[in-house]
């Protein structure tokens, strides 16, 4: 694994082709070189990236995994007889049978993002970024009875990178509210959020982790030092069990799976569409 390529090639982005071939390839140990190859959409390109997969596997030794999500028949014949990589066409594998089930055709329509400026699931996702970049680390409280989910926690416990995910992939309004020694001092909630309880979902992270991520952007600093951390986090946890909020710890989990997780408990609806 580690000295053999993977490359993803689609006709669109080829975030479906990178997203599925990661997942199985997350089976496997070792990692090994990720190429992606987007908008592979003529005959020109299609022989000019088997080329660069044939030198690959000439290189290395041993042929090159490629997923393929490409519905251009041209580009696939193509790839299909030039391309000397394990070839694993992952539409091939799905849309045939699903036809022949439906009793339907594919429409084979290249990426999952054409005509997206008609989407009203597009529309959504925008406002939804615009709503989340808006309401981050606390920076405004106004609105907030608009917002899908709040999140809390600490400073720097995965609160931004997650409610721009939650945005982008689900539509999500997520705010982001940071704890603060003075809401441990006061023992309460930041007053923003209070009535807004029922939305939030906590965040916590292992203070050694937060020692180490705040002294990448404070080094030597109180704020990143390793008694403090410990001090914020547990009087965050503290404060989250007792006022009811849910939370999980983001040490070793993605975002993906945090994500999906506050879906699950917030809004179970958005895992239904």
């Known amino acids: 694994m580690p000295n053999r390529t993977v490359y993803f090639l689609s006709d669109g982005t080829g975030i479906t082709a990178e997203n599925f071939g990661n997942s ?5 140990e070792g990692k090994p070189r990720h190429v992606r190859r987007p908008f592979i959409d003529s005959a020109e390109k299609a022989y000019e990236v088997c080329r ?13 995994v490629v997923f393929a999500t490409l519905v251009n028949t041209e580009v696939l014949r193509i790839v299909r007889s030039e391309c000397q990589g394990l070839l694993l066409d992952m539409f091939a594998a799905f849309i045939a049978p699903l ?36 309401h981050d680390d606390g920076q405004s409280a106004r609105n907030l009875a608009a917002a899908d989910v709040i999140l809390v926690g ?18 999500i309004k997520a705010a982001n509210y940071p704890l603060i020694p003075e809401d441990f001092e006061r023992g309460k909630l930041p007053s923003a959020i209070v009535e807004h309880k029922g939305k939030c979902f906590g965040l916590t992270i292992d203070p050694e982790r937060l020692a180490h991520v705040r002294n990448e952007r404070r080094p030597g600093s109180k704020y990143a030092d390793l008694l403090n951390c410990r001090y914020e986090v547990n009087e965050a946890e503290r404060m989250m069990k007792r006022d009811g909020i849910a939370w999980l710890s983001s040490t070793h989990k993605s975002i993906e799976e945090i994500a999906t997780t506050i879906l699950r408990d917030i ?5 239904v569409y």
């Open 24 to 28: 199985i390839l997350a089976q496997f």
């Open 52 to 64: 660069e997969i044939n030198e690959t596997s000439v290189r290395e030794g041993k042929r090159a």
């Open 99 to 134: 036809e022949e089930e439906f009793g339907l055709k594919s429409s084979h329509r290249v990426g999952r993002f054409s005509d997206a400026a008609k989407s009203r699931e597009y529309d959504e996702r925008i406002e939804a970024i615009n709503f989340s970049l808006a």
């Open 154 to 171: 600490v400073s720097r416990c995965g609160k931004t990178p997650t409610s721009l995910y939650l945005a982008m992939q689900h539509g």
């Open 267 to 271: 809004r179970p609806d958005r895992l």
